[in-house]
């Protein structure tokens, strides 16, 4: 059997996963689960979704977005999209909405069987 030390069990979504981890590592991969838990739930709430998978995959990109646009000199880039909902929720509703549009084009195929 692993050694049980460095396994970590993790809470996204309401789901539990079970990773690995060296125990040096425990503590950030915590803030990184709770930092995405948050992301995924921010999403779930604004979609009012409920499919894990399109949540996971949104919360990806956004994270994504956040990190390589992080170089720049500007405001952080999750400081922007705060300011950006507080200016245009709308706007944040159509690219939303455009990105669960994409991943039901995907995700058809596969829910499908083809």
Do not use: W
């Not at 509703?93 to 990105?99: A, K, L, Q, V, Y």
């Amino acid at each position: 059997m692993p050694n049980e030390a460095n396994f970590l069990d993790i809470t996204l979504l309401g789901r539990e996963y079970r990773v690995a981890c060296p125990p040096e590592q425990k503590a950030a991969l915590l803030d990184a689960a709770a930092y995405v838990d948050g992301k995924m739930r921010d999403i779930a709430e604004k979609t009012r979704n409920n499919m894990a998978e399109r949540i996971a995959v949104m919360a990806a990109l956004n994270i994504a977005h956040e990190y390589l646009g992080s170089d720049k000199a500007q405001a952080p880039a999750h400081e922007k999209i705060e300011s950006e909902i507080a200016l245009d929720i709308e706007a944040v509703r159509r690219r939303i909405n455009f990105m669960e549009t994409e991943l039901d084009s995907v995700l058809k195929p596969e829910q499908t069987g083809l």
